[in-house]
């Protein structure tokens, strides 16, 4: 069954969930996060793939959440339903019995993020380049700052959120945001597979489970995130700073 | 309207408050909370503050509270206020509509860590140096501990408390506990405002109110570092210690 | 008293605790979980003792549990008692009135890790490895995990679980599993009594505890972590791995 927003690559045991919708920057539609969890339904119920690739194309991992969609929303029953459907996503890759790899070549913001948070593993090209500029916007990343917390910890999670400045992979790899910089980020997930090839599913399902209990990531957490991200993206002040972008191309700093 | 412990600069968009104690080490007394206090609610009032710099002079950014005057207090009362009202003032920090940015040009020990802690930013000279050396006198910085905590993690907050031995600013930017060291802040500062000017004030409180619900610090362990704060300065023990080095500046660990 | 499992010294100020088992590569049995809890009790009573150092010997600091027990065990009741008084050692060394030092020269993995992260420092030498295999058997690091996430962040423990990667020293310096790397500990804890040797027993006591106050393991997670070591070791199919790899040194990976 293909995909109208991803493609889909099979290699023994590693399989490729490649973003495709580079005409949007791979940002993230409603389409984008079926077929997320679409795959993911598949490939979890696939016993050959053990690690799970998830990649960007053209020099972009995922550019977060698609304004032309958002702009053009006219129920706050979607906006909802879209963070709903984001936060399910990314809490399921957390625990999920396949291990999935954020593989990066280029640009990661907002949401894209967030994907990276989730994964178990992150490697990135050395063009790779890492942004939260939601608060610029009138926004938070609020679906995504409990992963991002839990994966680089407070306060580098509140810095990147508050200076919306973007983060070079050197950084990214001091933070621990991506665990590994290479130019040849195939040869690290054979490297991996050697080792992860050898876990059984029951230990990576257990262990996940198991280390959400230790930590504090909550479903209360998450429903104070989707609560927030749709609060946000329904107010009429940031709805208009997205709807000058989408067709105007009016950034909301830029003098009026 | 003058404040007897600060000095309160203003550049376009870029208010500065200056620890103006130097004669007592820029230590905390009652007066400077109720002075930090005073100026927040002025400037978080003016919204042409956009970036609200403390720092201190003459090679002491802040040392913590002002142990002559803890020796003179004779009401248990007057401990628990002073840990109430710095508590809270850590707190409204973390929660301001302002960005807060520590500039540290030298010596920062005990509550000054708080300061540096609860802030936005911090960028360091050279030259500074960090220690929690409470525990030397059978103290706790136990209102620092839950902002240090956030912003460095445990086990560097922990060792920090434990060992009482000084940082120096590349140990403090491995740790996180500051962002940036540099020869010259204020070029920092202005980079930063480039960016930073761009924000709402709205997304910021936001954003602030946002990232304590995904943290552990509670009201509740605030209460507990109150508390712990107000018994520990109030044990005859430590009292004694206090007044021993303020009266004939004899350490708790010299040979009696 | 002498002790089956350990070897104990005395300098001034400092008690040196040697885990002697090196035919069973340092691994931890009930014995020496009984002799380590009767051995804390012992120093914690001797007012001499300032540093209590924790190391192994001949290039092994110690191996988790010890699987040929395991392997003989016959009642569940044997495992859950051991998973308990292991917790049980973990919680009070973090919350002993004595400063604890981990000093490392070699192999460390799976509970070994666990006494590390459960220490107030540790001091590793250049040829020291440091491992969680416990996911290739089908188990968890179930009560090691609350004390790592506390030391070293969620996602480093989570990764280094997940990975079953060894960690050089360089490594674990970076993720602040150890405090510093030296060809030369004892060098390093001299250093650390000048400082450390200053602090009077009530305080530490009371940083612990106070710590714990601030921080999120609890009682609770302890119970979780004790169920799921015993769960996982009681396990029919966890318990075959190790039995086969007790009795015909096959690993669960190999082709049978």
């Not at 979607?78 to 640009?107: C, N, Q, V, W, Y």
């Not at 839990?150 to 621990?176: K, V």
């Not at 399902?205 to 993206?233: G, H, N, S």
């Amino acid at each position: 069954m293909p995909f109208s927003t991803l493609r889909l690559q099979y290699a023994p045991r590693i399989c490729t969930v490649t973003i495709n919708r580079l005409d949007r920057q791979n940002s993230i539609n409603a389409q984008l996060l079926e077929d997320l969890h679409q795959v993911l339904d598949q490939l979890e119920a696939d016993p050959d793939c053990r690690l799970l690739i998830l990649e960007g194309q053209g020099g972009v991992f995922c550019t977060g959440m698609d304004f032309t969609e958002v702009a053009g929303d006219t129920s706050n029953g979607a906006d909802a339903e879209k963070a709903e459907t984001f936060m399910r996503l990314l809490r399921r890759m957390s625990l999920s019995r396949k291990i999935i790899i954020a593989k990066i070549d280029g640009k990661v913001t907002a949401g894209g993020v967030g994907l990276v948070a989730a994964s178990d593993f992150a490697v990135a090209t050395p063009r790779s380049q890492f942004s939260l500029s939601e608060a610029l916007w009138g926004l938070l990343p609020a679906c995504v700052v409990p992963y991002l917390i839990r994966r680089i910890g407070f306060q580098p999670a509140y810095w990147m959120t508050l200076s919306t400045l973007p983060f070079s992979p050197e950084e990214a790899l001091n933070y621990h945001l991506v665990n590994e910089i290479s130019t040849d980020p195939d040869e690290v997930i054979r490297r991996l597979l050697l080792r992860l090839g050898r876990l059984d599913e029951a230990i990576i399902f257990d262990l996940k489970a198991y280390f959400r209990k230790m930590w504090i990531v909550t479903e209360q957490m998450e429903q104070t995130a989707i609560a927030e991200i749709t609060r946000l993206v329904t107010d009429p002040r940031v709805r208009n700073n997205i709807q000058e972008f989408v067709n105007y191309q009016r950034f909301p700093w830029s003098p009026r």
